[in-house]
């Protein structure tokens, strides 16, 4: 293996994963007969590709929109090969799904938040009180709806192989030798996970919708709306210093809410799952050897 360390990332898809590198991303799937599909694609991360992209804070808003767009190419491929038959999702599949979820997400973590804590403000008086009790309710419903979802026998299944990617990036970032046996032994929580940037971003909007100050109810509700992607561009911001941090004491206690949640957004795998990820894992990163050697 070469000395240098690639900053690999992944996502857990249907009865698979996928993992992305700087210049490629790849998917692998346990298939019906149990072999296993894998797939590279080679492209570029958006931030790499446009300078003005990579630059501060906006660099996390291109982040989750490429990361959203990759998951749903990721999705489209795992579901086809983990039934056995041939689904595709067309654009506008995509830009509905997209749509959609951008919709469940704004009203019921935004704005159902927002119109609950409304009569507390006369009794509180206090803004920043007032944003961390509406802070305190988001983070309820999203903590509800993650218990409620992790139930499902499908979910259960995706949380593992979220697990098993955990495992194998570890043990990647352990210098350990990429075996299965060896990569079962590590721990399913990571800092850089998309889980603990959920709870960030829950986090910042109580100091950003603090500095807002008072406003009637219209006017909070569009605010929240407006200002998600620039809360997500801090978020993400805190998300990169995590991973630099790597398993610093300090930062696993900064963090520690969003490693805490993720004993729920990932599971214990098998064997049979790790060896799914570390096929998605080998891809991306024997692309990235290979195109540092021509």
């Given at each position: ?44 991360a958006l931030t790499g590709r446009n ?97 409620l979802i992790s139930q ?143």
């Open positions: 293996m070469s000395e240098k360390k690639y900053n690999i990332g992944g996502q857990a898809v249907i009865e698979g994963v996928m993992m992305r590198s700087k210049n490629f991303w790849a998917v692998a799937v346990r298939r019906p007969d149990n072999t296993i599909s894998t797939k590279l694609f080679k492209e570029g300078k003005v992209l990579g630059f501060f804070f906006i660099r996390g808003m291109a982040v989750i929109f490429e990361s959203l767009l990759l998951g749903f190419k990721a999705l489209n491929y795992s579901v086809s090969e983990s039934t056995g038959e041939e689904i595709k999702f067309s654009k506008k599949d995509m830009v509905m799904s997209f749509i959609v979820a951008l919709a469940f997400t704004v009203v019921f973590f935004f704005v159902l938040p927002t119109l609950i804590a409304k009569p507390f403000f006369d009794s509180i008086q206090n803004v920043f009180l007032y944003n961390l009790l509406e802070g305190l309710i988001r983070i309820g419903f999203f903590l509800v709806y993650i218990l499902l026998k499908d979910i259960k299944r995706v949380f593992e192989y979220h697990g098993s990617e955990h495992k194998t990036i570890q043990a990647y970032e352990n210098d350990e030798e990429l075996k299965p046996e060896n990569i079962k032994k590590y721990s399913t929580l990571h800092l850089r996970c998309g889980t603990n940037f959920l709870i960030i971003v829950m986090m910042v909007s109580i100091f950003v919708f603090a500095l807002m100050g008072e406003q009637a109810l219209l006017w909070r509700i569009l605010l929240r709306i407006v200002l998600i992607p620039v809360i997500a561009g801090i978020s993400y911001e805190f998300i990169r210093l995590a991973g630099k941090l790597g398993n610093n004491k300090v930062a696993r206690v900064l963090f520690y809410p969003g490693l805490f949640l993720q004993k729920i957004t990932t599971r214990e795998p098998d064997i049979s799952q790790i060896e799914v990820a570390l096929a998605s894992f080998k891809t991306v990163l024997e692309a990235e050897e290979s195109l540092k050697e021509n």
